[in-house]
């Protein structure tokens, strides 16, 4: 089983920055099987972005551009930078670790 503990959520005004931290505990055989997800209120969980098999990233379509997922294997630490915010990236963010592992979700308020 892996642990996840994500942190780096707030509220932040439309155009500015956050960076999301996940730490990763237990039986983590690879970050490349992290991921990130959001979910809003009234909305179901959605991608927002991973690692693939190439080493390289994914995004939904909405987040490219904008944000970059990145890790930190001696920290089994997986990053995301968000940059452009826009009100509609208001969500909980959850960490990921392929298949189930789930963490416990930081909120991101975008609002001026």
């Known amino acids: 089983q892996v642990q996840l503990v994500e942190s780096g959520g707030g509220l932040v005004q439309p155009g500015g920055s956050l960076r999301l931290s996940c730490a990763a505990s237990?039986?983590?055989?690879?970050?490349?099987?992290m991921a990130w997800y959001r979910q809003a209120p009234g909305k179901q969980r959605e991608f927002v972005a991973s690692?693939?098999?190439?080493?390289?990233?994914d995004y939904a379509d909405s987040v490219t551009g904008r944000f970059t997922i990145s890790r930190d294997n001696a920290k089994n630490t997986v990053y995301l930078q968000m940059n452009s915010l826009k009100p509609e990236d208001t969500a909980v963010y959850y960490c990921?670790?392929?298949?189930?592992?789930w963490g416990q979700g930081t909120p991101v308020t975008v609002s001026s």
């Open positions: 990921h670790y392929h298949p189930d592992s």
């Open positions: 690692f693939n098999r190439a080493g390289s990233s």
């Open positions: 237990g039986r983590v055989f690879s970050l490349l099987l």
